[in-house]
């Protein structure tokens, strides 16, 4: 396994981050400890949830299996960067969602009990809030901060405004501010390409991509036949993409290497990406993936991709002028 720093800080995390959307939701608890227990023999180190995340089981279930995971091998608390998340609805209460200071602290103390831990060292806002003023944000961030409860402060699925406005005022307050954007992107989905990946280059955020697999389109067969690639919805994108997926299959096939380790060897390629999310269902899924740190494309590979996904544009100035 190889490591980089989150960002601009002095963290560093695995390249692989291993997402845990699918415990307790889709995983059993059994499978998702097998996949815990051998992604940390692998030298995977990030682990990535969501005080959301438990599907049919009930929001928190994912972060409560993470506990009970954690509790069983408390020696790997101090090896391990746990990262978790705030802002979806947690019940039917109006307050008890979004990004108030109220709703941050109280949703970190509930996610430190799920988790059975007396810090997250990664907190990251799930989704931009509009509603919630950004001082009153970073109040409660340093508070927490402050407390001991959270270590950095990251974002998910900022626009690109939106990351350079939550800097400014942590610079303001003479605070580190955030050091990570979660987002989507693939070879597939490059938008962040336009605004958000510059903004995380101009201010130090590393960037984390989730569904790196397009949500299995780019993963072949690998995923079986009984995964999200056999929805309706998914066979469309499929037919859509043919043409494109069946030239990307072979591009791969001449490399010797899998769709989906192609597709996030790429990821690990771009720029300000610190880490990518794996979502492996069972542990074949993940073992099939612990090469990819070591996938290094050529560049002759690298513009056969942007011909096969070409990107969004060169951003953000390019179409301003």
């Not at 692998?42 to 949830?49: E, L, M, P, S, V």
């Not at 988790?115 to 508070?143: N, S």
């Not at 270590?151 to 626009?159: A, K, L, M, Q, W």
């Amino acid at each position: 396994m190889k490591y980089r720093n989150l960002g601009r800080s002095g963290l560093q995390v695995s390249e692989l981050c291993l997402g845990t959307m699918n415990f307790a939701a889709r995983t059993s608890e059994k499978d998702a400890f097998d996949v815990l227990d051998a992604a940390i023999d692998a030298g995977i180190n990030f682990i990535d949830t969501a005080n959301q995340y438990g599907g049919s089981q009930g929001v928190g279930a994912t972060e409560q299996l993470l506990g009970r995971w954690l509790a069983k091998r408390p020696e790997m608390r101090n090896r391990l960067i746990v990262a978790s998340k705030v802002f979806e609805p947690m019940s039917i209460d109006v307050n008890d969602r979004g990004l108030s200071a109220r709703h941050i602290e109280m949703a970190c103390d509930a996610s430190l009990k799920r988790l059975g831990l007396d810090r997250i060292d990664l907190y990251q806002m799930h989704h931009f809030d509009r509603k919630a003023p950004v001082a009153e944000i970073w109040q409660a961030m340093d508070r927490l901060i402050q407390q001991g409860k959270i270590t950095y402060v990251g974002s998910s699925n900022f626009p690109g405004w939106g990351i350079a406005q939550t800097m400014e005022h942590a610079s303001n307050r003479q605070s580190l501010g955030l050091v990570s954007e979660q987002s989507l992107y693939n070879l597939l989905e490059r938008r962040v390409e336009l605004e958000v990946l510059p903004a995380c280059a101009e201010y130090g955020l590393g960037l984390i991509p989730w569904s790196p697999l397009a949500g299995g389109l780019l993963a072949g067969d690998s995923r079986g036949a009984n995964g999200r690639r056999q929805s309706e919805q998914m066979q469309a994108k499929m037919t859509q993409h043919a043409e494109q997926l069946q030239a990307y299959a072979r591009l791969c096939a001449e490399l010797s290497e899998s769709t989906s380790a192609v597709a996030i060897a790429w990821l690990l390629q771009q720029t300000a990406v610190s880490a990518t999310i794996i979502g492996p269902a069972d542990v074949s899924q993940l073992n099939s993936v612990l090469n990819v740190p070591e996938l290094l494309l050529d560049q002759d590979v690298l513009r056969q991709l942007d011909s096969l996904f070409p990107p969004c544009g060169a951003a953000p100035e390019a179409y301003a002028w």
